[in-house]
C-alpha cells in the first residue's frame, strides 16, 4: 500500500470511532497498545527472532480468531496483566483499559492493523502517522491534550540554534509526547554520517525524560520506538517520576524542554475525616536558589542543576518567570550569574493549543563557579509584537522563525549582529548588556521596544478571527493572573 493510503485508511478509522463517541485520544490509545503487540510479534519472528517478554496468552495472536464479547473479554485482560509488566513493556500498558466498547469496531482496528507489516515499513512513515494523530489529538480541545503537544516548528527552531551532536546526551524532565527528542534525533542524522557507534548511542543513549502522566508517557514511547528510538524489549529511558522532586545526580549536555503551563505545583491532602484540601507544593532542594511553588521557576532552576559544566539548554517558559518578584527575581540573579544566558525569543500568541500563554525560549550555558557573572550579554529576538498567528488559519511554519536562525547563528554566536538601531528602530534583534539588565527594576527581562502598529492605526489591525483570538489570549492571561491574587489573598 502507499504511504497516503495507509494514513488515510489510519484517519478514516479515527473518524468513524469519533462519530461512535470515541475520541481521538482513545483512539490513539488503543492504536498504540494493538500495533506495539502488532510490532513485538513482527519482530519475534524471522528474521528478527528477538526475545519480547510478552507471554503467549497475551500476545498478538492471543487476538485471532476472537468476536464479540470473548474478544472484548480477553483485552480486557490483556491490558491489565501486560500493565504488571517491567520495561518498556509494562510503561506502554500502565493503566491501560479498553476505550472501544463496540467489539465490531474493534476487530476492525485489529484488523487494519494485522494487514500491514510494520516492522518492514520505513520510521518516517510510521513516525508521520503517530505523530498525525498526536497534532489532531492535541487539537481537540476538551481532550486537554495540548498541553503535552509542542508546535513542532517552534521545537525544530529551537533545535536548529542548539545543534545537539552526536554520542551526547539529552534530556527533557517534561518530555509530553517527545517532540524534543524526534527533532533532535532528525538533526543528528541528518547532518551528521554517522558511525555504527554513533548510531548505537543515538538510538539507545542519547534520550532520557520524565512524563508522569501515564497516557502521554505511553505515547511518548511509542512515538520514540516508531522512529527507531529506543528497543522493544530495552530499557524505559522515560521516567514516570516527577522530576522536581529531587536530583538524582546525573548530568546531561543538553536540555530542551517545555515544562507544563500553570504557574502553580499543588497536591490534594485528605484529613482523617476524608475531607480535601489543596495545598500548594514548594520542592525541598538544596540545589535550588529559591523556594517557591511556582512550578516554572521550579523547572527552570532544576533545569540547570541537569545540564554538565558547558551544557546547552533551550527552554519554552511563560512572561512571568521573566518579570515576577521574590523568588523569580533570586533566580533570574542567579541564573544571569551562575549560567551564560545568552538568548531570548519573544513568542507570539495563538501558537499553543493552551490559550491564554504568553512565552518566551531562554537559551543558555552551564558554567563552572566563578567569582564575576558569566552573561556579558542577552540578545532578544522579539517575534510577538506586530506578529499575529491562529493554530488553524495561520499555524507557525518553521519559515517565520528562518530570520530569528539566521540571526541567532549558531555556527559562531559570538559574531552577532543588532538589526536594531537608531537609523531602524523596527528591528526585531538587540543586545541588551548585563549591566543594564541588572539594573532594572527586580532584574526584569521581560523587555520590549517596538511599537504596537495597531495601537497607533487602525489599519494595521489584525483579521477579526486573528483579533478575537488574541482578546482571549489576554483575557486568560488576565483571569490567570487574579487567580493568583485571590489564592495569595486566601492564605
Partial sequence: MTESTIISKVWNFANVLRDDGVGYGDYLEQITYLLFLKMADEFSKPPYNRATNIPDEYNWESLAGKRGAELESHYVSLLRELGKTSGVLGQIFTKAQNKIQDPSKLLKVIDMIEKEQWSMMGSDLKGKIYEGLL????????????????????IRSMVACVQPKPLKTIIDPACGTGGFFLAA?????ASNKLDKEEKEYLKNNTFFGNEIVANTRRMALMNMFLHNIGEIDGANFISPNDALIADDGNRYDYVLANPPFGKKSSMTIT?????QEKQDLSYNRQDFWATTSNKQLNFLQHIRTLLKINGEAAVVLPDNVLFEGGAGETVRKELLKTTELHTILRLPTGI???QGVKANVLFFDNKPAAKKAWTK????YDYRTNIHHTLKKKPLRLEDLRDFITLYNPENRHKRKETWSMENTEGRWKKFNY??????DKTNLDIFWLKDKSLADLDNLPDPDILAVEIIENIEAGLESFREIVGELEK
Fill in 352 to 354: 499553543f493549543y493552551a
Fill in 435 to 440: 549591566e543594564e539588565i541588572i539594573a532594572r
Fill in 185 to 189: 534525533y532528525d538533526y543528528i542524522v
Fill in 377 to 380: 550579554d542577552v540578545w532578544i
Fill in 271 to 275: 484529613n482523617e475525616e476524608g475531607e
Fill in 135 to 154: 497534532e489532531k489529538n492535541a487539537e481537540d480541545t476538551k481532550s486537554g491534550a495540548g498541553q503535552y503537544f509542542t508546535p513542532r516548528a517552534l
